[in-house]
Every structure is written in C-alpha cells, then in structure tokens.
T-cell receptor, first 114, second 116 residues
Framework: AQKITQTQPGMFVQEKEAVTLDCTYD???????LFWYKQPSSGEMIFLIY????DQQNATEGRYSLNFQKARKSANLVISASQLGDSAMYFC???????????WGAGTKLIIKP | GAVVSQHPSWVICKSGTSVKIECRSL??????MFWYRQFPKQSLMLMAT?????????EQGVEKDKFLINHASLTLSTLTVTSAHPEDSSFYIC????????????FGPGTRLLVL
C-alpha cells in the first residue's frame, strides 16, 4: 500500500503567490515524522521542514510552513510569496518510529512563472 | 551546519570497471548514512543503510556484491559499484542522519554515473 501520496505531478504558480503542495500519508505507527525536501535541477536534495507526529503546532521555517492535519493524515507544504528560485521538484517523506528510513512520495514539479 | 559532500559529482567509465563514490559529513558525525539511486523523473529508491562499524543493510533486490558499501568512520561512507555495466548508469545520492529532532537526513549533491 502506498504510504505517501503526492497527487500533484506538476504545478504552475505565478511569482509572489503562495503555493500549497499536497501530501497525504498512511501509517498505523503513532510516532512518525514528516519531511519535505526540495530538489532543484542540479540534483541535490535540500531539507526544508520537519513535523513530528506529536508536535502540537505546525512547523514553520522561513517562507515554508507545514499544514499538519493529523486526523486527515495530511502534511501539506505551504510556500509563501513564491520566488523564481522555488522552481524545483518537491518531495514529501515519512519516517516511522521503527527505523530512520524514509518513505518517499512521487514528488511534485513546481514551476514559478515570472 | 549539516553539510554533506559527495565525490565525484560526475563519472563516465567503461563497462567492466569499478567506481567508488565517497560521502562525507563535513560538520557533524553520522552514525547512519543512506545510499539512494534515482532514475529520471522518479523518486528516490533506497539501496542500503550504512551504520558506522558494521555491515550495511541492503534493500531487497539490491546486489550487495555489486554495490559494496563501507562506513569506516563517523564521517565517511563509500559506495563502490563493481564491474559497472550500462544499466548501472544512474544518479546516486547519499544522505547522513544528523542529530536534529526526527533524525533528519541531510543529502550530498549526488553523483551522476554513466557507464559506456
């Protein structure tokens, strides 16, 4: 069963607008972590933000915030005031408590239009 | 902080040769490192988990004799693709688990391997 689902293969967003990238997950483990990574065309994977399953508040890191809705099992990434440099692939990933391996979503290709 | 380097960034080699890729955590110690393979327009595929001082744990379907992993120190793990063939051509990327809450993995810049 697919554990991480990113339903948007690609998105076009106008520069300076906010963008929400969807991520839903499935796990029976009460302790887990959710991550978002950015992969520009250069290939490196850049860590953006982390949300623990027991965290009471949504995680924020600068222009990035994670809209964590535990009951719905969703962990959407919100990028405020998008910039041209935000154009990249974005991956959602989950870590279950059993080990530190990550389960990856298929990714969303985000293109910011000037 | 949490910088991971990977070397080389590009490799072109002839079929049958072996290629070694190094992954280093530059400003932190990493007891666990991971090796991934990524095909074009796909997500990351975990190949193996490497723990310092012990044998790597390979994912199902990954040939351990083909992809040799050594994690000799807390800052260095190496992946050797032995007797490389064209089907081994891919993007290989490593990560190191930091001490940040949640066990965040920090990634190297990746290595593009082309086997002719």
């Amino acid at each position: 069963a697919q554990k991480i689902t990113q339903t948007q293969p690609g998105m076009f967003v106008q520069e300076k607008e906010a963008v929400t990238l969807d991520c839903t997950y499935d796990t029976s483990d009460p302790s887990y972590g959710l991550f978002w990574y950015k992969q520009p065309s250069s290939g490196e994977m850049i860590f953006l933000i982390y949300q623990g399953s027991y965290d009471q508040q949504n995680a924020t890191e600068g222009r990035y915030s994670l809209n964590f809705q535990k009951a719905r099992k969703s962990a959407n990434l919100v990028i405020s005031a998008s910039q041209l440099g935000d154009s990249a692939m974005y991956f959602c990933a989950m870590r279950e408590s059993s080990n530190y391996q990550l389960i990856w979503g298929a990714g969303t290709k985000l293109i910011i239009k000037p | 902080g949490a910088v991971v380097s990977q070397h080389p960034s590009w490799v072109i080699c002839k079929s049958g040769t072996s290629v070694k890729i190094e992954c280093r955590s530059l400003d932190f110690q990493a007891t666990t490192m991971f090796w991934y393979r990524q095909f074009p327009k796909q997500s990351l595929m975990l190949m193996a988990t490497s723990n310092e001082g012990s044998k790597a744990t390979y994912e199902q379907g990954v040939e351990k004799d083909k992809f040799l992993i050594n994690h000799a120190s807390l800052t260095l793990s190496t992946l050797t693709v032995t007797s490389a063939h064209p089907e081994d051509s891919s993007f290989y990327i490593c990560s190191a688990r930091g001490s940040r809450e949640g066990g965040t993995q920090y990634f190297g810049p990746g290595t593009r391997l082309l086997v002719l």
